[in-house]
């Protein structure tokens, strides 16, 4: 049963940062991709960003140049630094990993982390 731990959600004022971390319990070399995923109430589930085993990155328009996705592939931990956090960004952040195996991918979700911006 692959589980994936999240942390780094809270409250904080826009303008400010937040970093999020998931580490998976996983084999690190089934990794494919790691990223970060958000909904916002009302609102259907969206990427931010997400970094393949190789080092790739995307990045949802809406947060380049604010946010940084990195991996630690000795942890099997993906973070993401938000910088410049606007009201916007408010959402539920849920942690992603793509496994490929054996021919076959497969894709985890974490729990999700809030993340609250005041205004």
């Known amino acids: 049963q692959v589980q994936l731990a999240e942390s780094g959600g809270g409250l904080v004022q826009a303008g400010g940062s937040l970093r999020l971390s998931c580490t998976a319990s996983i084999e690190s070399s089934n990794i494919n991709a790691m990223g970060w995923y958000r909904q916002a109430p009302g609102k259907q589930r969206e990427l931010v960003a997400i970094?393949?085993?190789?080092?790739?990155?995307n990045y949802a328009d809406s947060v380049k140049g604010r946010f940084t996705i990195s991996r630690d592939n000795t942890k099997n931990t993906v973070y993401l630094q938000m910088n410049s956090l606007k009201p916007e960004d408010a959402a539920r952040y849920y942690c992603?990993?793509?496994?490929?195996?054996?021919?076959?991918?497969?894709?985890?979700w974490g729990q999700g982390t809030q993340v609250t911006v005041s205004s």
């Open positions: 992603y990993v793509r496994e490929y195996y054996s021919g076959y991918f497969r894709q985890y």
């Open positions: 970094i393949s085993s190789g080092g790739s990155t």
